[in-house]
């Protein structure tokens, strides 16, 4: 257990239906990533915040997903209207940053199924 | 993409040595050499990184050649719990969210 925590683990919903999911870092933690994991893949980077400011985001973050972090702690991502090809573990990391070179440590996922 | 090359997978005796090896040609000076590893349905969990020294703690030994091209995590006895995904990852020293996975080596550890 690193300590970062993720909310719900599993999700199944049907297409079309919106979805929101949580991550709470380990604490006193500044940066929070999300990352998306298909099958067989790497995790892949999906946007970043540094405190509440979302800082970057990747091209695989289409305008139907959107992430919040709007007290600096937690952080909410939420998939509107999902599609099938949205299925995959959505992993959330956690660090503490002071000159951007810390180690990032990973929550247990939520596995999202679209049917 | 990722800037590593790692075999696809590796099978281990229990009880023996996992020596995994990653490939970095182009990194630079100011990359460090990151190692994470996943089991099964679970986040990918950190085990060590070096930037040019060898570093070694409780779970591994992270070997860099003098060149810096490549690099061998050394579990030095393995066990069946150490059966996972792991993967090599070249990073910013200063810019930890360029973190980009490979598909990793799948190490099966058998009895």
């Known amino acids: 257990d690193t300590g970062v925590s993720q909310d719900p683990r599993h999700k199944i919903t049907k297409r079309g239906q919106n979805v929101t999911f949580r991550c709470d870092p380990i604490?006193?933690?500044?940066?929070l990533y999300w990352y998306r994991q298909t099958l067989g893949q790497g995790p892949e980077f999906l946007t970043y915040f540094q405190n509440e400011a979302q800082l970057e985001k990747s091209r695989l973050l289409s305008d139907r997903f959107s992430a919040e972090r709007p007290k600096g702690s937690f952080s909410t991502l939420e998939i509107q209207r999902t599609e099938q090809g949205d299925s995959a573990m959505y992993l959330c990391?956690?660090?503490?940053?002071?000159?951007?070179?810390?180690?990032?440590?990973f929550g247990p996922g939520t596995r999202l199924l679209v049917l | 993409d990722a800037k590593t090359t790692q075999p696809p997978s590796m099978d281990c005796a229990e009880g023996r040595a996992a020596n995994l090896p990653c490939n970095h040609s182009?990194?630079?000076?100011?990359?460090?050499v990151y190692w994470y590893r996943q089991i099964h349905s679970q986040g990918p969990q950190y085990i060590i990184h070096g930037l040019k020294n060898n570093e070694t703690n409780e779970m591994a030994s992270l070997i860099i050649t003098e060149d810096r091209k490549s690099s061998t995590l050394i579990l030095p006895h393995a066990t069946l719990r150490d059966t996972a995904v792991y993967y090599c990852?070249?990073?910013?020293?200063?810019?930890?969210?360029?973190?980009?996975f490979g598909a990793g080596t799948r190490l099966t550890v058998k009895p």
């Open positions: 182009t990194i630079s000076g100011n990359e460090y």
């Open positions: 990852i070249v990073r910013p020293k200063y810019n930890n969210n360029d973190m980009r």
């Open positions: 604490s006193e933690h500044n940066r």
């Open positions: 990391a956690s660090s503490l940053d002071l000159s951007g070179g810390e180690t990032q440590y």
